[in-house]
């Protein structure tokens, strides 16, 4: 059973997945701890959060929702940091995170955004409603209906 609960940057607990991630080559997770450290992002402002999915006790996936930092509106949120253990992808967790980062987000913000250069997590979001999209900062987008 995979429990979700928002979640504040732990050293102990996101060692797994910031030392898995960096062995992908991937170093958005490392600017998470950066970030979380240095007091630019903790996921503290209005509409923002930053959950953490469980199973067996463990943290297995990771993703946040925030204001844009690349293009601060009013609306405007990016998805961000989102990260499944290994062991644990094709499990649904990636799918189940951004179902509820999404739904979270649809109280304060009107369009989400991204940016990824993994055609494994670009398949996630399309299948999920994202589209591609062609421009700084953002591979992909989606707007926020009032049934979401």
């Known amino acids: 059973m995979i429990e979700l609960r928002a979640v504040a940057y732990c050293e102990a607990l996101f060692a797994p997945l910031l030392a898995e991630a960096a062995g992908e080559g991937h170093a958005f997770l490392a600017r998470l701890r950066d970030e979380w450290r240095s007091g630019v992002l903790r996921f503290e402002r209005p509409g923002e959060i930053l959950l953490g999915a469980f199973g067996d006790g463990r943290l297995i996936g990771i993703g946040g929702i925030s204001h844009d930092p690349y293009a601060p509106a009013p609306g405007l949120a990016r998805l961000r940091h989102l990260y499944v253990l290994r062991t644990s992808r094709g499990l649904g967790i990636g799918s189940i995170l951004v179902a509820r980062l999404l739904e979270h987000a649809s109280a304060d913000f009107h369009v989400v955004r991204l ?11 399309e299948r999920l409603g994202f589209e591609r999209c062609q421009a700084p900062r953002q591979s992909h987008r989606i707007v926020l209906g009032p049934d979401r």
Do not use: K, M, N, V
């Not at 494994?120 to 979001?125: G, N, P, T, V």
């Open 115 to 125: 940016s990824t250069d993994s055609a494994e997590a670009a398949r996630l979001y």
